[in-house]
């Protein structure tokens, strides 16, 4: 079982920059993958970024290119969302998410976090 927890949401300026945590509790986090959601009002949740368990692998939806960066430490059981130039359109809940198989799909992952609020003011 693996428990996670989001940190590091707020409320700052468009072109402000947010650091988001996952920390993870349980021993197999380290083969899992990690993947960033968010959920605006009224939407769906949408995929936002994946690292594979070995950090081999990132891949991010196309909307966040270029402006965000996630990264792991399987030491620390830690996934980072750093996210730079943020636009009103990042505002959202972020939620952190584990799974087998690294999937840009909500379905492919087991494990959620109970999410962070990130507002992007104009």
């Known amino acids: 079982q693996v428990q996670l927890v989001e940190s590091g949401g707020g409320l700052v300026q468009a072109g402000g920059s947010l650091r988001l945590s996952c920390a993870a509790s349980?021993?197999?986090?380290?083969?899992?993958?990690v993947g960033w959601f968010r959920q605006a009002p009224g939407k769906e949740r949408e995929f936002v970024a994946l690292?594979?368990?070995?950090?081999?692998?990132?891949d991010y939806a196309d909307s966040v290119k270029g402006r965000f960066t996630i990264s792991r430490d399987n030491a620390k059981n830690t996934v980072i969302l750093q996210m730079n130039s943020l636009e009103p359109k990042d505002t959202a809940v972020y939620y952190c998410?584990?799974?087998?198989?690294?999937?840009?799909?909500?379905?492919?992952?087991?494990?959620w976090g109970q999410g962070t609020q990130v507002t992007v003011s104009s």
């Open positions: 998410a584990a799974g087998i198989l690294w999937s840009t799909s909500v379905r492919g992952y087991n494990y």
């Open positions: 349980g021993r197999t986090f380290n083969t899992l993958a």
């Open positions: 690292v594979t368990r070995s950090s081999g692998t990132t």
